[in-house]
């Protein structure tokens, strides 16, 4: 599997963004989650959503929950990040991800498949 992700940019406090994973390659199984991940300059890479890609049940990190939306399109094979009401804390190197791992993972090591980053940058 082959992921792509783009969609990053310069905002402002306050502005949306829209974050989007194209996936080539093996197609996913019914048991695939995707998900996206942030690391801010310094920091660990950190769970952000994901989305479970036959069901699309969703799950969030508290730290976007209420101002972020997770979704996929399977015809596109595409999964997209919506984030409102940025902060400059936010401010973020994210990756979309993959794993067939079963349950709530929110841990990068159980996600083995990985695209390249696409940088989010919040200004206040």
């Known amino acids: 599997v082959q992921l792509q992700a783009f969609g990053g940019g310069l905002v402002q406090a306050g502005d949306s963004l829209r974050l989007s994973c194209a996936a080539s390659?093996?197609?996913?199984?019914?048991?695939?989650?995707l998900g996206w991940f942030r690391q801010a300059p310094g920091k660990e890479r950190e769970f952000v959503a994901r989305?479970?890609?036959?069901?699309?049940?969703?799950y969030y990190a508290d730290s976007v929950k209420g101002r972020s939306a997770i979704s996929r399109d399977s015809a596109k094979n595409t999964v997209y990040l919506q984030m409102n009401s940025l902060k400059p804390e936010d401010t973020a190197v994210y990756y979309c991800?993959?794993?067939?791992?079963?349950?709530?993972?929110?841990?990068?090591?159980?996600?083995?498949?990985w695209g390249q980053g696409t940088l989010v940058t919040v200004s206040s």
């Open positions: 390659g093996r197609t996913f199984s019914r048991y695939a989650t």
């Open positions: 991800a993959a794993t067939n791992a079963v349950g709530i993972t929110t841990t990068p090591d159980l996600w083995p498949y």
């Open positions: 989305i479970t890609w036959s069901g699309g049940v969703t």
